[in-house]
Antibody, heavy 120, light 110 residues
């Protein structure tokens, strides 16, 4: 069955970097768009970044553009989110999510989430 | 502040129907037929209930239905059950490969 497992969350100081991983199983990531969605404590959802099925195009929310990078390793069936210049506003649970299709921004499977806390 | 506006709370008794609204603009909800709805139980990942305004993924009961009129989308939950108590989020395509969400509605089953 489809599974997404995030890792790499933790506490990081402001201005530092962190990389999240999302290991996928039960499907091939090159057949779906893949995304990161975050949720600040007690708040709503925010789409952060997405990559289309063939990995040729990446898209970012304005709030993270220039600081975050989404990437993937087909051989590991894994996607990543490199987060640089982190600030308190980036504190959130980060979910990895599979796109319903090649790139439609509808998410039919989600991971359990990885908590990122930006604090000195 | 979220791009889409949802009521913070809604409630209904078991067996009743409840409708949750999601108001945007002509740049998102009103401009595209790409509105989605997610259900999230506490401490859990969101679950896709509705996509493309009124389409249900396989496995989602037909008690959940979506619609749209102008800049406002709606989710109706019919035949309320105890397990429907959760947070509900709407999402809409907003052009240029961008997705915006609502702030969420906490549904209470009385």
């Amino acid at each position: 069955q489809v599974q997404l497992v995030e890792s790499g969350g933790g506490v990081v100081q402001p201005g530092k970097s962190l990389r999240l991983s999302c290991a996928a199983s039960g499907f091939i990531i090159s057949r779906h768009g893949m995304h990161w969605v975050r949720q600040a404590p007690g708040k709503g959802l925010e789409w952060v970044a997405g990559m289309d099925y063939d990995g040729r195009r990446e898209y970012y929310a304005d709030s993270v553009k220039g600081r975050f990078t989404i990437s993937r390793d087909i051989s590991k069936n894994t996607i990543y989110l490199q987060m640089n210049s982190l600030g308190a506003e980036d504190t959130a649970v980060y979910f990895c999510a599979r796109d319903l299709t090649l790139f439609q921004l509808d998410f039919d499977f989600w991971g359990q989430g990885a908590l990122v806390t930006v604090s000195s | 502040q979220s791009a889409l506006t949802q009521p913070p709370s809604a409630s209904g008794s078991p067996g009743q129907s409840v409708t949750i609204s999601c108001t945007g603009t002509s740049s998102d909800v009103g401009g595209y037929d790409y509105v989605s709805w997610y259900q999230q139980h506490p401490g859990r990942a969101p679950k896709l209930l509705i996509y493309e305004v009124n389409e249900r993924p396989s496995g989602v009961p037909d008690r959940f239905s979506g619609s749209k009129s102008g800049n406002t989308a709606s989710l109706t939950v019919s035949g309320l059950q105890a397990d429907d108590e959760a947070d509900y989020f709407c999402g809409s395509y907003a052009g240029r490969k961008n997705l915006v969400f609502g702030g969420g509605t906490k549904l209470t089953v009385l």
